[in-house]
T-cell receptor
Framework: DQQVKQNSPSLSVQEGRISILNCDYT??????FLWYKKYPAEGPTFLIS?????DKNEDGRFTVFLNKSAKHLSLHIVPSQPGDSAVYFC????????????FGPGTRLSVLP | DGGITQSPKYLFRKEGQNVTLSCEQN?????MYWYRQDPGQGLRLIYY???????QKGDIAEGYSVSREKKESFPLTVTSAQKNPTAFYLC????????????FGQGTRLTVV
């Protein structure tokens, strides 16, 4: 049973528009959430994170929103660029040291020029 | 430059053979992880280690073995007992602290021929 879900396997967005990637989780004990970006045949690179004590974190074009009551988080990319085309993974971790990260299955974003 | 190095990038193995994937980090991180990525399934945890000479099984440890004799190194052996070893393998590390991201290597593509 997946604890972290990304129900949209793929998403296509026009360049310059907003990309919204969604993630749902089932374990209410998760307290830290991360988004990673991955290109084919490469390791994931960290994008942005959010602690459960916050509901929003922003870094340049990337903003992550957390709705704890709904166990839902989303990544907004504004404006979207062709270089953003990649697979995006949502991850969650429990409140401990040396975390065990739980990853979602990923959403493939295609930004069309 | 600090980072995580996985080698080799591509690896071919005959059925029935054991093979070892290398992971080295010079980030002085305490915890290290091995994940496996299959299409549409995200990253699944194989093994992780929080300190030298100690490691724990992840969700899919069967058919794999690890060692952590040095802080910098966390090799993964894919044994002949692993029924479906063809996959993309990712190594990661984190410092021993709360709320930090995992840093990933570039991955090893293992193919059984």
């Amino acid at each position: 049973d997946q604890q972290v879900k990304q129900n949209s396997p793929s998403l296509s967005v026009q360049e310059g528009r907003i990309s919204i990637l969604n993630c749902d989780y089932t374990n209410s004990m998760f307290d830290y959430f991360l988004w990673y970006k991955k290109y084919p045949a490469e390791g994931p690179t960290f994008l942005i994170s959010i602690s459960s004590i916050k509901d929003k974190n922003e870094d340049g074009r990337f903003t992550v929103f957390l709705n704890k009551s709904a166990k839902h988080l989303s990544l907004h990319i504004v404006p979207s660029q062709p270089g953003d085309s990649a697979v995006y993974f949502c991850a969650a971790t429990l409140d401990n040291y040396g975390q065990n990260f739980v990853f979602g299955p990923g959403t493939r974003l295609s930004v069309l020029p | 430059d600090g980072g995580i190095t996985q080698s080799p990038k591509y690896l071919f193995r005959k059925e029935g053979q054991n093979v070892t994937l290398s992971c080295e980090q010079n980030l002085n991180h305490d915890a290290m992880y091995w994940y496996r990525q299959d299409p549409g399934q995200g990253l699944r945890l194989i093994y992780y280690s929080q300190i030298v000479n100690d490691f724990q099984k992840g969700d899919i440890a069967e058919g794999y073995s690890v060692s952590r004799e040095k802080k910098e190194s966390f090799p993964l052996t894919v044994t002949s007992a692993q029924k479906n070893p063809t996959a993309f393998y990712l190594c990661a590390s984190t410092p021993y602290m709360r709320h930090t991201e995992a840093f990933f290597g570039q991955g090893t593509r293992l193919t059984v021929v």
